[in-house]
């Protein structure tokens, strides 16, 4: 009886894991739609022509053209934009899939299965797809620092910071006065 009681215990132990786990999972779930909705994915066309900016589900939420772009024939033209919108909109897709996976675990190896359906689509290797991701990644700006935890109002004890050279403009010269009177 001890046997069996003891497998019980760890049948429910594992299932206190797996709810813990889908717990965790689902903590995360509002800050994957935040990233997920403020997700922008810019391509431009390599003669630079045409900008396109793709965002969550693919949705085109720009499209820019440079005045070169107005010199082209319509063939051209719609030849490139139709490019650039692929690009933009392939890339949109990796990205949600990336946020995804970070959020919820890579079970489902969904970033696979979008690299494995763009190399098809574009005629290309899962591999070459996967370098675009990595190059894409290396490429996407930083996020901005968080400064929420940061005071910007400065302590008696700490000197005032050094005053800018003298001269400048009459509007330099209200703003010194302005902020030295407040200093006081």
Do not use: W, Y
């Not at 509002?30 to 949705?59: K, Q």
């Not at 675990?105 to 970033?111: A, E, I, P």
């Not at 894409?136 to 935890?149: I, K, M, R, V």
């Amino acid at each position: 009886m001890s046997a069996e009681f003891d497998q019980l215990v760890a049948e429910f132990e594992r299932f206190q894991s797996k709810i813990r786990n889908v717990d965790d999972r689902l903590a995360g779930i509002e800050g994957m739609r935040a990233e997920l909705s403020a997700l922008e994915a810019t391509v431009t066309s390599p003669d630079r022509a045409v900008t396109v900016v793709a965002g969550p589900g693919g949705a085109v939420l720009d499209v820019r053209f440079t005045e070169e772009a107005l010199r082209q024939s319509p063939q051209a033209l719609s030849t490139a934009l139709m490019s650039t919108l692929r690009e933009a909109v392939a890339e949109s897709a990796r990205r949600q899939a990336s946020i995804v996976e970070e959020h919820m675990g890579d079970d489902l190896g969904l970033t696979d299965q979008v690299l494995e359906s763009q190399a098809e689509l574009f005629g290309t290797s899962v591999e070459e797809m996967r370098s675009r991701m990595a190059a894409e990644t290396a490429a996407a700006p930083a996020p901005p620092d968080d400064f929420s935890e940061q005071s910007f109002v400065r302590r008696a004890e700490e000197p005032p910071p050094a005053a800018p050279p003298s001269g400048g403009s009459e509007g330099d010269t209200f703003l010194r006065k302005l902020f030295d009177e407040e200093d006081h």
